[in-house]
């Protein structure tokens, strides 16, 4: 079946997955010409689409970057940023950036399954970022907010805060975010149950 993910395989995609599971897909960036040295990692919080059959939607829950050499550990180099490459030109090939991702759902072009997906994506899958012009459709169904807090403890409030804020910054107009803000919150709501304290601290930090 063709899927969402088929008109942007044209473009290089920005990470490609190294690990593969049902609970989390780890990612490697890709260096692209048009970014800095060191490859840019989709935002904490980002949505992702990632290639396969089914196409698989995720959100960015961590971020690393280390050496290639995991025996070599990077040391301080005392130089200002602006000058680093300069000096060491072969330092983005020393160093990888990695992201972490949380599965919430499936896709195809008749819509989104939402939940645990059946098998992971493939290693060597490509991961691109989730296409604005379909979060309307995807958050239609909220149920993955449980997901990325029961998948992320010790950090879940935060990338709840973060998915949400941005997504609300994509909506296409100012109606459609008020609507999209106060869905979550009744969602929210039922994932929270009676931790009201919690559910107050993630609603501030949208309003803001």
Known sequence: MKGIATGLREMKPIAE?????TQRVVAQCTQRKDRPPIALPPPFGS????????ETVGVVCSITTTGYDPARRPTALE????????????????LVTEIEAIPLACAT???F????PPTPPPLHAGVHPFPASRLGELLEDLHFLRLIWDASPGTGEE??????????????SLQARQEWLLRAGKELARVLKEDYERLRYILERLER
Do not use: D, H, N
Not at 17 to 21: A, E, K
Not at 113 to 116: D, H, L, R, S
């Open 113 to 116: 399954t939402q939940g645990t």
């Open 17 to 21: 997955v190294i690990q593969s599971s």
């Open 47 to 54: 949505l992702v689409l990632i290639e396969g059959e089914p």
């Open 159 to 172: 990338l709840l805060v973060q998915t949400l804020r941005q997504l609300f910054q994509q909506a296409p």
């Open 79 to 94: 130089l200002p940023l602006s000058k680093l490459y300069e000096e060491y030109p072969e330092l983005p090939e020393l």
């Open 109 to 111: 072009e008749a819509g």
